[in-house]
C-alpha cells in the first residue's frame, strides 16, 4: 500500500500541482529545451479559444503537445523559464494572462471604476505612448481620486503590470528594452479585447 | 471613436414589458432614470447615467435567447458596440423548491447550465437524456462579488438564493418535468436554484473563461400546474425585486 505521507510531501514553490507541468519539467531536467506558441485563431468577430502548444525537442525529435490556456499552465511555463516562439507571440500570451492579473482589482472594486481608473494608470504610465492608439479608442470617465478605493485598485493594477514585468526579465530573462516592447503590445491586446476595440471598428461603430 | 458612439461600463438586459416597466419603477424610486435614446446601428435603448461607479445602458430583448432579437443577438450587437465589460440579464424565473423558495426571492447565477444541451441515448428501449457532456458555465466573477456584497448588506425585504441556473427554450408549467430536469443535471459545485429562458443567449457573448454576463432574476412562479393561476399577481413583484437588488448592488458598490 502505498504511503500516505505521499500526500504531504512538498512540491518545489508549489507551482507545479498539474501534471502536465511536472511532466514538461521533468524533460528540462533531463536535458530537453521546450518551447511555446500560443495559438488564438480569430476570424472576423469569431476569436477562439486560446490553446498552449508546447514543443518538446529531445534526443532529435520534436513532441508536440497541447492544452487549452489556463493561467495556471501558463504561470508554471513561466516558472520554467520556457518562452514564446516570438515577441509576437510572447505579447498574446501576457494580454492573456493581465486577464487574470487583473481580476482581483476587478472583484474589489467593479467594473466602472476598475475601468476608470485602468485607462487613467495607463494614460499617465511610462508605456503611454506605444498605448495612445488604443487608448484612444477606450471609454471611461475618469475616476474620483478621493473614493478610499481609488488607492487600493491602482495598487492592484500597477502590482499586476509589475509582476508580468518582472517574468519578463527576471523569469524568462528579457533585456529591459524587449521586456517593455512585449509588455506595452500585451497591455494593447488586452485593451483590445476587453473594450472590443477590433471588435467595434469590424462592426462599424469606431 | 466616431462622435456620438455611446459607451458604458455595464448593459442590463431585460426581455418582457413587465422587467422593462419594474426597472423603470424601481429606478424612479432610487433616483435613476431610464433616459430613452436611439441609436442608428442598434434602435432603443435607455441611459441610465452613473448608478455608482458604473456608466449603465439598458436595452430591451425580445423573450428567449435564439430567436430573432433574442438575448443572444442584443447581447453580442450592444456589447461590442457599447464596450459594454458586464452585462446583467434581470427579470423573472422559476423556482425550483417550493419549501425553501419564495415568490418573489431573487436568484443570482453563479453558474449557468445550458439544459437545452443534451445527448438522447436509448436504455432499455426508451429515450434517456444524457447530460454528462454538458458544461456548466461561470458567471463572471466580479458580478457574483458584486451581488455577494450587496446579500450581505441586506435590508431588502425579499430572499437571494445564490446558486446554480438553468436556462433554456422550454415554458415550462408541469412539476414533475421540473423536477426530472433538476434531477437529471449531474451534481456539481453549485446547487440548482432555478431556471429560465435568456441566460443561455449570454453565453455566446464571449468564451467560456471569460464570461462578461450575470443573471439575476425573480422567482415569479414554480414551473408548475398553479402557475397560470398566480402569474399576474406574482410576475411584478419577481420582476421589481430583480431590478431593486441589481440597481442597489450597483449604487451600493464602492459606497
Redesign the interface.
Known sequence: MANINAYFQAEDEGWFDHPRLRRWRKFLQEGARLQLEVVRPRQGLDVGRAVLYVTIITNGQDLLEHEDWSDELNRGLIKLRVRAISHENEALRFGLAFAGAFEPAEDRVGDGFFNSVLKEELANGPLAEPLADVLAQVHALRPSHDSKSYSDCKDLIVGAIRGRALELTRDLGYPEHEANMILSSALAIYLDERFSVTDRRLLGFG | ??IG?P?C??LILVAIDAELAALRSVGAKLGIALEPRQWE?LGEYFDLG?V????VFAARTKMGAIRHEGSAYKAI?F???A?A??IIQVGMAFGVDPKRQHHGDVLVARSMFPYDDRTIRVTDGRPVVDYSQTKRRAAK??LV??FEREIERGGHTFGAHVGMLLSGGARIFSAKFRDDLVASVPSGRDRIIGGEMEGVGLLSVS????PLWAVVKGISDFADEDRDGIIETTRPVACENAARFVLSA?RN??S
Not at chain 2, 455608482?52 to 456608466?55: A, C, E, S, W
Not at chain 2, 468564451?207 to 471569460?210: C, F, R, T, V
Open positions: 471613436m466616431s458612439a459607451s461600463d455595464v446601428p452613473m455608482g461607479t458604473d456608466r450587437l456589447q461590442r458596440a464596450q465589460t458586464s466573477h466580479s462579488k458584486l468564451p467560456a473563461d471569460k450597483l458598490n464602492l
